[in-house]
T-cell receptor, first 118, second 116 residues
């Protein structure tokens, strides 16, 4: 149980393109989802907390207009990298917390999206 | 504020030997502590957690971790390492108080390499 599906797994596109990444909780409802960015051999950097039916909460230094987050249902959150540039190339990972469970429960992670901007 | 330190970038162990991956934390309230493992180009897999109770926590794949409140540590251990345990390991902490939100704070990760 507690499976999170992230799609696509890899994207290669030209500079200036907007890219949408989907994060789905397959067998549970997730009021809250999280978006992370991971640089090579580095830890995860939390970009934003996605809340179903409301605006996402962005971490300091993360551009809201650059990284658009939508959490329209209890099982789907999307991250859109707008007008992507080579410096946006990274590994993006989402995670989800099951609705109704307390803070003592683990987050469930997707398999990540490797974004490469040419 | 909450923080996690993983002092070792890499740990090398021979197969069959015990392994330890170190983690220390800092939170204002009581900690919820987690260990995750990441294989190349994959997301994180949950290994184990400490919430309360017994200081020795057992998790997946034979891993265990010991919570030490006085040393604010939560080291990951395994009695006998396997080559397949080679991966990137992350320690994470969350403050048990609800005011801080549901965010996890991760350490910088420790690359475990198990050799024959």
């Amino acid at each position: 149980g507690a499976v999170v599906s992230q799609h696509p797994s890899r994207v290669i596109c030209k500079s200036g393109t907007s890219v949408k990444i989907e994060c789905r909780s397959l067998d549970f409802q997730a009021t809250t989802m999280f978006w992370y960015r991971q640089f090579p051999k580095k830890s995860l950097m939390l970009m934003a907390t996605s809340n179903e039916g409301s605006k996402a909460t962005y971490e300091q230094g993360v551009e809201k207009d650059k990284f658009l987050i939508n959490h329209a249902s209890l099982t789907l959150s999307t991250l859109t990298v707008t007008s992507a540039h080579p410096e946006d190339s990274s590994f993006y990972i989402c995670s989800a917390s099951q609705t109704g469970q307390g803070y003592n429960q683990p987050q469930h992670f997707g398999d990540g999206t490797r974004l490469s901007i040419l | 504020a909450q923080s996690v330190a993983q002092p070792e970038d890499q740990v090398n162990v021979a197969e069959g030997n015990p392994l330890t991956v170190k983690c220390t934390y800092s939170v204002s309230g009581n900690p919820y502590l987690f260990w995750y493992v990441q294989y190349p180009n994959r997301g994180l897999q949950f290994l184990l957690k400490y919430i309360t109770g017994d200081n020795l926590v057992k998790g997946s794949y034979g891993f265990e971790a010991e919570f030490n409140k006085s040393q604010t540590s939560f080291h990951l251990k395994k009695p006998s390492a396997l080559v397949s345990d080679s991966a990137l390991y992350f320690c994470a902490v969350r403050d048990s108080r609800r005011g801080g939100g549901n965010k996890l704070t991760f350490g910088t990760g420790t690359q475990l390499k198990v050799e024959l």
